[in-house]
């Protein structure tokens, strides 16, 4: 069985920052991407960012790109994402997901098997 474990989150006034982390746990699996999405209540889980782990190369979101930023420690196969002026509207439920190989449909919740519990973010004054 595999396990993400997320850690972060919080409460934050806009124009804050949070940092995000993700490792896996329990039985090997092959890491080659990992990913974040976010989900507001009463919306779509959507695509934040994601990290091949073999170059590291990101992929962000519109949204995301300028302000938040995707990285990863090999050494502790953890993956971090790096929140900077935070708005409200970034308020959601964050998860980080596993993608195990080779997908064009990565921005996708569907092309994810392995999630993590979510972390609460809330960015508000």
């Known amino acids: 069985q595999v396990r993400l474990v997320e850690s972060g989150g919080g409460l934050v006034r806009p124009g804050g920052s949070l940092s995000l982390s993700c490792a896996p746990s329990?039985?090997?699996?092959?890491?080659?991407?990992m990913s974040w999405f976010r989900q507001a209540p009463g919306k779509e889980r959507e695509f934040v960012a994601r990290?091949?782990?073999?170059?590291?190369?990101?992929y962000l979101a519109d949204y995301a790109a300028g302000r938040f930023s995707i990285s990863r420690d090999d050494a502790k196969s953890t993956a971090y994402l790096q929140m900077n002026d935070l708005r409200p509207e970034d308020t959601a439920v964050y998860y980080c997901?596993?993608?195990?190989?080779?997908?064009?449909?990565?921005?996708?919740?569907?092309?994810?098997?392995?999630w993590g519990q979510g972390t609460q973010v809330t960015v508000s004054s």
């Open positions: 329990g039985d090997p699996v092959n890491l080659y991407a």
């Open positions: 990290i091949a782990w073999r170059n590291a190369i990101p």
């Open positions: 997901a596993l993608g195990t190989r080779v997908d064009s449909n990565y921005r996708s919740p569907g092309a994810y098997a392995y």
